[in-house]
Protein backbone atom coordinates (compact mmCIF):
# COMPACT_ATOMS: atom_id res chain seq x y z
CA UNK A 1 0.00 0.00 0.00
CA UNK A 2 0.81 3.84 -0.20
CA UNK A 3 0.21 4.74 3.53
CA UNK A 4 3.26 6.34 5.67
CA UNK A 5 5.83 6.56 2.48
CA UNK A 6 5.48 10.58 2.02
CA UNK A 7 3.52 10.46 -1.12
CA UNK A 8 0.78 12.78 0.31
CA UNK A 9 3.30 15.54 1.59
CA UNK A 10 5.39 15.23 -1.24
CA UNK A 11 2.48 15.75 -4.12
CA UNK A 12 0.59 18.33 -1.92
CA UNK A 13 4.21 20.37 -1.22
CA UNK A 14 4.74 20.12 -5.20
CA UNK A 15 1.35 21.25 -6.59
CA UNK A 16 1.28 24.03 -3.41
CA UNK A 17 4.35 25.43 -4.41
CA UNK A 18 3.18 25.34 -7.79
CA UNK A 19 -0.07 26.92 -7.31
CA UNK A 20 1.64 29.79 -5.59
CA UNK A 21 4.50 29.98 -8.43
CA UNK A 22 3.04 29.29 -12.14
CA UNK A 23 -0.83 29.71 -11.89
CA UNK A 24 -0.76 33.40 -12.17
CA UNK A 25 -3.06 33.43 -9.19
CA UNK A 26 -3.30 36.89 -6.97
CA UNK A 27 -2.99 34.79 -3.81
CA UNK A 28 -0.68 34.70 -0.82
CA UNK A 29 -1.46 31.50 0.82
CA UNK A 30 -3.59 28.18 0.56
CA UNK A 31 -5.28 26.85 3.19
CA UNK A 32 -5.81 23.07 4.53
CA UNK A 33 -7.89 21.36 7.11
CA UNK A 34 -8.29 18.03 8.70
CA UNK A 35 -10.46 16.90 11.00
CA UNK A 36 -8.73 16.06 14.80
CA UNK A 37 -9.39 12.84 14.05
CA UNK A 38 -7.09 12.26 11.43
CA UNK A 39 -3.98 13.60 12.73
CA UNK A 40 -1.98 11.65 9.59
CA UNK A 41 -3.29 14.48 7.66
CA UNK A 42 -1.87 17.56 9.76
CA UNK A 43 1.44 15.62 9.53
CA UNK A 44 1.58 15.65 5.93
CA UNK A 45 0.52 19.14 6.02
CA UNK A 46 3.27 19.67 7.92
CA UNK A 47 5.91 17.73 6.13
CA UNK A 48 4.78 19.93 3.03
CA UNK A 49 5.22 23.21 4.34
CA UNK A 50 2.20 24.02 5.72
CA UNK A 51 1.92 25.90 9.08
CA UNK A 52 -0.63 25.20 12.01
CA UNK A 53 -2.75 28.08 11.92
CA UNK A 54 -5.69 27.28 14.57
CA UNK A 55 -8.37 24.83 15.64
CA UNK A 56 -12.31 25.81 15.23
CA UNK A 57 -15.28 23.80 15.35
CA UNK A 58 -17.03 23.06 12.55
CA UNK A 59 -19.79 20.87 11.05
CA UNK A 60 -18.64 17.98 9.04
CA UNK A 61 -21.48 16.58 6.78
CA UNK A 62 -19.89 12.95 6.73
CA UNK A 63 -20.16 13.09 9.98
CA UNK A 64 -23.26 15.05 9.85
CA UNK A 65 -22.18 16.60 13.75
CA UNK A 66 -19.85 19.52 14.80
CA UNK A 67 -16.08 18.27 14.92
CA UNK A 68 -12.66 20.36 15.86
CA UNK A 69 -11.56 21.42 12.37
CA UNK A 70 -7.47 22.15 12.50
CA UNK A 71 -6.36 24.86 9.78
CA UNK A 72 -2.82 25.37 8.25
CA UNK A 73 -1.70 27.35 6.13
CA UNK A 74 0.94 27.44 3.13
CA UNK A 75 2.25 30.92 2.68
CA UNK A 76 4.01 32.35 -0.23
CA UNK A 77 6.68 34.47 1.90
CA UNK A 78 8.04 30.75 3.10
CA UNK A 79 8.99 30.40 -0.77
CA UNK A 80 10.76 32.89 -0.94
CA UNK A 81 12.33 32.31 2.60
CA UNK A 82 13.26 29.16 1.43
CA UNK A 83 11.60 27.42 4.09
CA UNK A 84 9.80 24.99 2.33
CA UNK A 85 11.71 21.46 2.59
CA UNK A 86 13.21 19.84 -0.43
CA UNK A 87 10.79 17.02 -2.17
Not at 44 to 56: D, I, N, P, T
Request: aromatic share 12%; with cysteine; hydrophobic share 35%.
Amino acid sequence: AFWNKGYMAEALCASSEWMLTSCNLEINQIVGTNDIDNPGSGRAMEKAGYSFWKEEVKFSLSKKEEVVTRFYRFDRSALSLGKIKEH
